[in-house]
């Protein structure tokens, strides 16, 4: 009986039939017998459908705790009975389906299983860019098929809720690996207080490596390979698919515990504890150069390095690679007081700078929209002080390459609309940029004030200031 988890009555007891008023046995008439039958058919289901009959793993949960989880859940699946389903593609970005219940694996079929009484069957790609094809067709697909009765035995059964997710699509891009999962995943299991499992489709082994301290503090329990387990897991319930709210942001009235981008700063603090009791106090501000190799690099580095060790403040160079241990990269970025990189997916490590440090994005010809999107504005809402530096046509290759009166220097826009492969071949894969050091200067000085107390000003109102100084 356990083996299968099948649902058993431990008693059965007879039901006398009717008498009549003189204490006389009787046979209940054709009509009171289809009441009864009807009576018990709807108890059934009513049964079916709550916590009564639940297989003997299921822990009901208290009213708090009910309300977190709808909160979790989106608004078109904020209550899910159990022994059922429940699926939102409502959103743009992503599709994610709630399964309460008898939830089992079965890896190779790519399918997991739940019990309920309404027989039905849903495919999802739990990946948060449903709107990309290209990218979801590369991301596995997942049948979410209610059942009667249980068709697999359990292998493992597991007390707590699992979460699951692919790390397909763009994984192996650092914006990518926390825009579309690191952040929503946290999103979606931080509120079980790490008594969550996760089971993870298309999975990479240096994913999991390099994920390993923020992937601690989700779940007590090491990810699950979804497809090279065979087992068969059981759970009280799953979620396919992750949360997402905007690039790099979090949104507080959609999380179930008031959280914001700020918090998720501290679970990172949480996650990497043990690499930063060692940091050093420096005398000198902390600028970190976060440099590229290839396109969008600083053609004049070395003359940028000597300048603000000459202006005051201690340098350091990071050229992140897909080897560099994430936990290193956390250490420096956490202990700097200035950011200094040119736009690209690298500006991501902002995320790992304390409140109240500068970041300083060189933002090349036609990416300004980008540069502001995905990390000028998530910058700012994290409590950063953002500064945009946008290069003028002498400060960027481009000019070099077609000359001042070309489209491509001149009407980016135009450029641009031809589509996003258009905008990545010219002004991402193709542009470098030479600071201008003197304005650049200016910018530095600006922040350096800052630093010392001042007021952080943009880099046009410092240069407004040097023109009225010169007449």
């Known amino acids: 009986m356990a083996k299968n988890h099948r649902f058993v009555f431990s008693e059965q007891h007879s039901i006398p039939a009717s008498s009549d008023y003189s204490g006389n046995r009787k046979a209940p008439s054709p009509l009171l017998r289809f009441f009864f039958l009807s009576f018990f058919a709807v108890t059934f289901i009513i049964l079916c459908s709550s916590t009564i009959l639940h297989p003997f793993f299921y822990f009901p949960v208290t009213e708090a705790e009910s309300q977190i989880l709808n909160r979790a859940s989106s608004s078109l699946c904020s209550f899910v009975i159990n022994n059922s389903i429940c699926c939102d593609r409502s959103a743009f970005r992503t599709d994610i389906c709630f399964l309460h219940g008898d939830v089992r694996t079965h890896s190779l079929s790519n399918t997991i299983f739940f019990q309920s009484v309404v027989l039905r069957q849903e495919t999802i790609r739990p990946y948060t860019r449903k709107w990309e094809k290209n990218i979801m067709a590369i991301v596995s697909e997942l049948r979410l098929r209610a059942i009667a009765g249980p068709t697999v035995s359990c292998d493992i059964v597991h007390p707590f809720p699992a979460v699951v997710f692919s790390t397909g699509g763009y994984t192996g891009n650092v914006f990518h690996e926390f825009n579309d999962g690191i952040i929503p995943l946290y999103l979606t299991a931080h509120h079980h207080n790490r008594d969550v499992i996760l089971l993870v489709l298309d999975h990479h082994n240096w994913w999991v490596s390099r994920y390993a301290e923020i992937l601690s503090r989700i779940s007590r329990f090491p990810p699950i390979n979804f497809s090279n387990d065979s087992r068969t897991h059981c759970f009280p319930s799953a979620t396919v698919g992750l949360h997402i709210h905007d690039d790099l942001t979090i949104d507080p ?219």
């Open 253 to 471: 009235t959609q999380t179930p515990l008031n959280n914001s981008i700020i918090g998720f700063r501290q679970f990172l603090d949480d996650a990497y504890a043990p690499r930063l009791r060692w940091l050093e106090v420096a005398e000198k501000p902390n600028l970190v150069l976060v440099l590229r190799n290839g396109s969008r690099s600083v053609e004049n580095e070395g003359d940028l390095v000597a300048m603000a060790t000459e202006m005051g403040f201690r340098v350091g160079i990071l050229r992140p690679e897909k080897t560099t241990e994430l936990a290193s990269i956390y250490k420096v970025m956490n202990g700097s007081d200035v950011m200094i990189g040119v736009h690209g997916a690298a500006m991501t490590h902002f995320l790992f700078m304390r409140p109240g440090a500068v970041f300083v994005q060189i933002i090349p010809l036609g990416t300004e929209w980008a540069a502001e999107t995905y990390y000028g504005a998530p910058a700012r809402r994290m409590g950063l002080r953002y500064v945009a530096y946008k290069v003028r046509v002498e400060e960027s290759s481009l000019w070099r390459e077609y000359g001042r009166e070309h489209p491509v220097v001149r009407e980016p826009g135009k450029i641009n609309a031809r589509g996003w492969e258009e905008t990545k071949r010219v002004y991402l894969d193709r542009q470098n940029v030479s600071l201008d050091l003197g304005r650049f200067r200016r910018t530095l000085e600006g922040v350096r004030r800052y630093l010392d107390g001042g007021r952080l000003r943009r880099p046009e109102e410092a240069e407004e200031e040097t023109e009225r100084r010169q007449k």
